[in-house]
């Protein structure tokens, strides 16, 4: 491959807003007398919103209308969006900044390919809003991951081929969805969960530009 892009997803790579999941999804679980750990928030990572709620009811054998998931889902966003509205910028995930500075002085192009409605709001309070080329989220697409939706409408915001692309993801579903896009994929995070991507590091403080070349010619070709 000839690296050109790279394609970061944002909760669990660029900022830690998983926590944040959590505490709404569990006040909702409490509200709805599911019972719901930081175990089973694993399993909500890159996953929609609402399949994120569907995933909790079945948790707790619970079935709802599509009236009142809708209501269940509003309230849990408002909760989250409590959260996300305090966020400043040193939520930051190490080593983000510095390696998306290097990429562009380099010319490769960034952008952003995150299954989160909330992406503008995270990226103005955090201040990175101007930092990438394109954004592709949860609003710009109608399928989730490992759906590739996500991640071709990022490549093709940036005008290059999917093939020349790699992607930075913390989720099974968002590895699946670029393996699916027909790109490169490095996990972040923990290999027992990430064990498809094509590499996987602990977090973007482990990754620079020389590395990534490295991998492009060792393992990504
Ligand atoms: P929202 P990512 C994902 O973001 C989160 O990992 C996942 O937990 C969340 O349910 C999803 O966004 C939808 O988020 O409710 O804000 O639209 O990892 O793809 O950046
Ligand atoms: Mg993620």
């Given at each position: 491959?000839?690296?050109?892009?790279?394609?970061?997803?944002?909760?669990?790579?660029?900022?830690?807003t998983?926590?944040?999941?959590?505490?709404?999804?569990?006040?909702?679980?409490?509200?709805?007398?599911?019972?719901?750990?930081?175990?089973?928030?694993?399993?909500?990572?890159?996953?929609?919103?609402?399949?994120?709620?569907?995933?909790?009811?079945?948790?707790?054998?619970?079935?709802?209308?599509?009236d009142?998931?809708?209501?269940?889902?509003?309230?849990?966003n408002?909760?989250?969006?409590?959260?996300?509205?305090?966020?400043?910028?040193?939520?930051?995930?190490?080593?983000?900044?510095?390696f998306?500075?290097?990429?562009?002085?380099?010319?490769?192009?960034?952008?952003?390919?995150?299954?989160?409605?909330?992406?503008?709001?995270?990226?103005?309070?955090?201040?990175?809003?101007?930092?990438?080329?394109?954004?592709?989220?949860?609003?710009?697409?109608?399928?989730?991951?490992p759906?590739?939706?996500?991640?071709?409408?990022?490549?093709?915001l940036?005008?290059?081929?999917?093939?020349?692309?790699?992607?930075?993801?913390?989720?099974?579903?968002?590895?699946?969805?670029?393996?699916?896009?027909?790109?490169?994929?490095?996990?972040?995070?923990?290999?027992?969960?990430?064990?498809?991507?094509?590499?996987?590091?602990?977090?973007?403080?482990?990754?620079?530009?020389?590395?990534l070349?490295?991998?492009?010619?060792?393992?990504?070709?």
């Open positions: 491959m000839i690296l050109k892009a790279c394609i970061f997803d944002l909760d669990g790579v660029i900022v830690d998983a926590k944040y999941h959590y505490l709404a999804w569990k006040k909702l679980a409490e509200q709805l007398e599911i019972p719901f750990t930081e175990t089973d928030n694993e399993r909500l990572k890159g996953v929609s919103r609402m399949d994120s709620l569907e995933i909790i009811l079945e948790l707790g054998h619970k079935k709802l209308n599509e009142l998931k809708k209501k269940y889902a509003a309230q849990k408002t909760w989250y969006t409590d959260h996300i509205k305090r966020m400043t910028p040193d939520e930051i995930l190490p080593g983000s900044l510095e998306i500075h290097e990429l562009r002085n380099a010319g490769i192009r960034v952008a952003i390919g995150s299954a989160s409605k909330n992406t503008p709001l995270i990226l103005e309070r955090v201040g990175i809003k101007g930092l990438f080329d394109a954004v592709a989220d949860g609003n710009s697409v109608e399928k989730a991951k759906d590739p939706e996500v991640f071709l409408k990022a490549a093709e940036i005008g290059v081929d999917p093939a020349n692309c790699v992607v930075f993801e913390d989720a099974a579903a968002g590895i699946q969805a670029a393996l699916n896009a027909g790109m490169k994929c490095i996990g972040v995070g923990a290999t027992e969960v990430l064990g498809k991507a094509h590499f996987v590091i602990p977090g973007l403080r482990e990754m620079n530009l020389e590395k070349e490295i991998l492009e010619r060792e393992i990504l070709l």
